[in-house]
C-alpha cells in the first residue's frame, strides 16, 4: 500500500534506480520513506538538502520528521514517541513533536512548512510551519547540523486563519500562506 508513505518518481513518472526499495521483491519500488499516519506538506531545507515533513497525528501527538531514504518513522505502532518504549529498532524519532494539550501544546493537525530565503529579514534558513487547529504560524531555528530544531517555535503569525499551505516568493522574499478559514493567500512580509 502506498498509504502514509513519502514516495519518489522522476518527473517523467518513472523510479530512480537509487529508491531503497527498487528490484526487491513484493516491495513498492517508489517508496522513498515509510511508518507516517498523514504526512501533511513539506520542504527541502535548502543548506542542506534534507527533506522535512509535518506528519499529522491521531489523538495525542503531532510532529516533525527529516526523512531518510528507506527509514521507518513508527506509525503505525508510535504517534510520534507514544506510548513510551513503542519504536522498533531502526525506527527513525521525529526532530519536533507537540502535545494536543497541556503544556507546549501548539494545536491538533500540522501544516508543514518552507524555508525562508535570503530576503527574509534576518531569518533566512529559518523554518516556518504552522497548525491549522491552531490557528497560528511558528518559527523555528534549525541546529547547526539541520535535523533538528533549537529551542521551542515562537509564534510568528496568530490568528492565521488556518494555514494549510506555505510558500515564499522568490522575488520578493514574502512568505505567502493558504488561509483556508477566509479563502485568502495571505502575505507576510519580511521584517526590513
Not at 174 to 189: K, M, N, P, Q, T
Request: a negative charge.
Amino acid at each position: 500500500a502506498l498509504e502514509g508513505k513519502v514516495l519518489r518518481l522522476n518527473l517523467d513518472g518513472s523510479i530512480p534506480g537509487d529508491n531503497p526499495f527498487v528490484g526487491q521483491v513484493g516491495k513498492r519500488e517508489e517508496i522513498f520513506a515509510y511508518g507516517f499516519r498523514n504526512p501533511f506538506r513539506m520542504g527541502f531545507d535548502p543548506q542542506s538538502g534534507k527533506l522535512w515533513v509535518a506528519d499529522v497525528g491521531d489523538l495525542t501527538v503531532e510532529e516533525i520528521d527529516v526523512v531518510t531514504s528507506g527509514s521507518n518513522y513508527s506509525w503505525p505502532y508510535c504517534e510520534a514517541t507514544l506510548p513510551a518504549s513503542c519504536a522498533q529498532p531502526g525506527d527513525v524519532a521525529p526532530i519536533f513533536t507537540y502535545p494536543h494539550s497541556g503544556a507546549g501544546s501548539l494545536g491538533t493537525s500540522i501544516t508543514g512548512g518552507q524555508f525562508a530565503g535570503n530576503a527574509f529579514g534576518g531569518l533566512e534558513g529559518d523554518y516556518f510551519f504552522g497548525d491549522y487547529i491552531g490557528n497560528a504560524i511558528y518559527h523555528a531555528e534549525p541546529n547547526g547540523t539541520r535535523d533538528g530544531i533549537v529551542g521551542t517555535p515562537t509564534t510568528f503569525v496568530s490568528s492565521a486563519g488556518g494555514p494549510v499551505d506555505f510558500a515564499f516568493g522568490p522575488i520578493d522574499g514574502a512568505l505567502y500562506y493558504v488561509a483556508i478559514f477566509s479563502g485568502e493567500v495571505r502575505r507576510v512580509a519580511p521584517v526590513a
